[in-house]
């Protein structure tokens, strides 16, 4: 079955002021949703989602990507990625990751950033207008918590019952005035406080 896709939603946010203070530059959050038929929709449970998987997730995944780079400005303005999926009442959340879960999809964003971190994801169930998160974290350094960042925005006619909401996010830096450090600090920390125990 051929992708069956009723709307292409793309949202984009600037922030400019946090905490009182303005942003040194301001930072870009850019979603791009598509809105498609649930392809197991009406067909009781589905043992094997391979053939539908097979059909829709890479052209699915080049299709986002293309709008989400175009809508940026260029992928090489992307330094936070992740990726959601949210199935309509009639669906289950293994059809929203079916069609995410997948490196037929995500293979197609994580080459056109040249990534070497995991797309983070949410995928659940939801109807009309349910809130849509998107994890991101640095696409090449899953340690960088300025970059664990979350996106929100929803959707007022979707999920219908039979649709799959997916959607793929990016942020052209980290948090606005980021001041907690990074994994590595604390790691650095905790093997001192072990050797000054020892």
Do not use: C
């Amino acid at each position: 079955m051929a992708l069956n896709i009723r709307k292409i939603v793309t949202y984009t946010e600037e922030v400019r002021i946090e905490g009182e203070r303005a942003a040194d530059r301001p930072v870009t959050t850019v979603m791009v949703a598509v809105v498609l038929t649930n392809p197991w929709a009406g067909r009781g449970f589905v043992e094997d989602l391979q053939p539908e998987i097979q059909t829709n997730a890479s052209d699915l995944g080049a299709l986002i990507v293309a709008r989400l780079v175009a809508a940026i400005g260029g992928a090489d303005r992307i330094e936070a990625y992740g990726k959601a999926a949210v199935v309509g009442a009639n669906g289950e959340i293994e059809h929203a990751s079916a069609l995410i879960h997948t490196l037929r999809f995500g293979n197609h964003y994580r080459e056109a950033v040249n990534a070497k971190s995991y797309l983070s994801f949410t995928n659940k169930r939801g109807g009309l207008g349910t809130s849509i998160q998107v994890p991101m974290m640095h696409k090449d350094d899953e340690g960088q918590r300025s970059h664990y960042i979350t996106a929100e925005f929803s959707i007022s006619d979707a999920p219908l019952a039979d649709e799959i909401v997916v959607v793929l996010g990016a942020a052209d830096a980290g948090r606005v005035h980021p001041r907690i450090g990074n994994r590595y600090l604390d790691l650095e920390a905790i093997a001192a406080e072990k050797q000054a125990q020892a």
